[in-house]
């Protein structure tokens, strides 16, 4: 089994940065590529960003593009979300995901484990 814990999460205002941390446990070798995904009141949960297992590849969303970065460190077993340029728009829950294939994708169907998620609110 593997478990995902986020963390970073808080209140901040618009302007400002967060670091989200993801730490990942237990059976390791069954997350390969990770990514983030969103969801607020009332809507559908969105892909942010994504990592290979390498952390050779990126990919993140338009929304989020120049704001957002993605990266891990495989041997301290986290991924990370660095959040900048923050807008009331990006307040959510955020969840830190894997799967065992080295890419990652934009679907969350595609993603195997999930963390329980961090609150992320931007004051305007």
């Known amino acids: 089994q593997v478990t995902l814990v986020e963390s970073g999460g808080g209140l901040v205002q618009a302007g400002g940065s967060l670091r989200l941390s993801c730490a990942i446990s237990?059976?390791?070798?069954?997350?390969?590529?990770m990514a983030w995904f969103r969801q607020s009141a009332g809507k559908a949960c969105e892909f942010v960003s994504g990592?290979?297992?390498?952390?050779?590849?990126?990919d993140v969303a338009e929304s989020v593009k120049g704001r957002f970065f993605v990266s891990r460190d495989n041997a301290k077993n986290e991924a990370y979300l660095e959040m900048d340029i923050l807008k009331p728009e990006d307040t959510a829950f955020y969840y830190c995901?894997?799967?065992?294939?080295?890419?990652?994708?934009?679907?969350?169907?595609?993603?195997?484990?999930w963390g329980e998620g961090t609150q992320v609110t931007v004051s305007a």
């Open positions: 995901a894997g799967h065992g294939r080295d890419y990652p994708s934009q679907g969350g169907e595609d993603y195997t484990t």
């Open positions: 237990g059976r390791t070798d069954y997350v390969a590529a």
């Open positions: 990592i290979s297992s390498n952390g050779g590849y990126t």
